[in-house]
């Protein structure tokens, strides 16, 4: 049996998730981050993406999150995020309608401080990455 630690998601309005896991990968702003059981600490910032982890009997949990924190520390990991969407929260059609959107506010700026449009074209693909739909 693979080595556990706690795990817990928090947003600001809920605990998305506590209990063990065996790994997770989430999201980092200069790449994707790995965490195993007797990880050195650290302590990092995550960017717009989906954080992934094998838990509890080898279920596997996703959330697409909006960027945040992630504490590593060889017992726990901790990730602070100001919103984390299960597949099961995460309308579709919407989102892909979001897509839409945001693409073309984002061919519309042509160059110009499109920061809020990138971050809107990548928050909309997490969310359809997480509920394991392909894009428009």
């Known amino acids: 049996m693979p080595a556990t630690f706690a ?16 790994i997770v990968i989430a999201p980092g702003a200069a790449g994707d981050i790995g965490a ?10 995550l ?4 954080l992934r982890a094998t838990v ?5 949990i ?3 999150i909006n960027a945040g ?3 590593v520390l060889p017992d726990k990991v901790l990730v602070l995020t100001d919103l984390a969407l299960s597949s099961s ?9 979001e897509l839409r959107t945001a693409e073309e506010s984002l061919a519309g700026k042509r160059g110009a401080d499109d920061i809020a449009e990138r971050e809107a074209v990548t928050w909309a693909n ?7 739909r392909p894009g428009v």
Request: aromatic share 6%; charged share 30%.
């Open 7 to 22: 795990l817990a998601v928090i947003t600001p309005a809920e605990v998305k998730f506590e209990g063990t896991a065996e």
């Open 36 to 45: 195993l059981a007797n990880h050195a600490p650290m302590l990092t910032t």
């Open 47 to 50: 960017r717009i993406g989906v």
């Open 56 to 60: 509890e009997g080898a279920r596997r």
């Open 62 to 64: 996703e959330y697409a």
């Open 69 to 71: 924190f992630m504490q």
């Open 89 to 97: 929260e995460i309308d579709v059609e919407k989102t892909r309608a």
């Open 126 to 132: 997490a969310k359809l990455e997480a509920a394991h």
